[in-house]
């Protein structure tokens, strides 16, 4: 029997992209031997002190409280709810479309079997220490000069563990597809030296 390894995937709930790569994760979960586990960071604490375009700054002010719930919630109930809670969001902000605030919210936390008053904490700082370290756990490895999604997976020996941005792709692989991406990507950032590949982005995140 092949022993599973656990990788560490770090998100924001409004980031397309990081959606994407997670629904990716999930899948490559059912074709190879891993186990995901789900941690939070934050865009607008990467973002904080930067010049950005006001569209971008109102978008990262609003961006405070599902990060702050997902960390209230992980506190009450543990890391393990992360996976559910973050699906309840992502479905709702992403392929649904809907605004973001408090009735998504406590939609959310219902669905993922959550006490809905855990909504309150999105207008709270009382877990913004909390964030903050999971936030620098995830981000530490790979720089600050990346966003989400990050992923810490186990080295190539099964020791040890490599960290990485991305990938950043749509719509998210599927099956033995998105098992092969993740042969793929593991063995890219597992080479000593290698930091990046990249082409311009010419296609929206497709959601499907």
């Known amino acids: 029997m092949v022993e599973r390894s656990s990788v560490d995937m770090w998100f924001d709930p409004i980031c ?21 586990q789900f941690h939070v960071m934050s865009l607008s604490v990467l973002n904080e002190g930067r010049d950005l375009p006001e569209s971008y700054r109102k978008n ?8 702050r719930i997902c960390i209230a919630a992980e506190q009450a ?4 709810v992360l996976r559910d809670l973050y699906t309840a969001l992502g479905n709702r902000i992403h392929p649904g479309k809907q605004q973001r605030g408090p009735e ?33 756990a995830g981000m530490k490895p790979v720089g600050l000069d990346v966003g989400t999604p990050v992923i810490h997976a186990p080295g190539p020996d099964g020791e040890g563990k490599i960290a990485f941005f991305g990938p950043v792709i749509t719509p998210a692989p599927k ?4 098992g092969k ?21 010419d296609a929206k995140p497709v959601f499907d």
Request: hydrophobic share 45%; aromatic share 10%; glycine share 6%.
């Open 77 to 80: 109930y543990g890391p393990q």
């Open 16 to 36: 397309p992209w990081a959606w994407l790569t997670s629904r990716w994760l999930l899948e490559v979960e059912k074709v190879r031997p891993i186990d995901i």
């Open 175 to 178: 099956g033995e597809a998105a």
């Open 104 to 136: 998504l919210y406590r939609a959310a936390l219902a669905e993922a079997g959550l006490d809905t008053d855990l909504a309150a904490a999105g207008d709270s700082t009382e877990y913004d220490a909390a964030l903050r370290a999971s936030h620098d």
């Open 60 to 67: 990262m002010d609003n961006a405070w409280a599902p990060v």
């Open 181 to 201: 991406l993740w042969d793929g990507v593991l063995l890219v950032a597992s080479t000593p030296g290698f930091y990046e590949i990249k082409r311009t982005r």
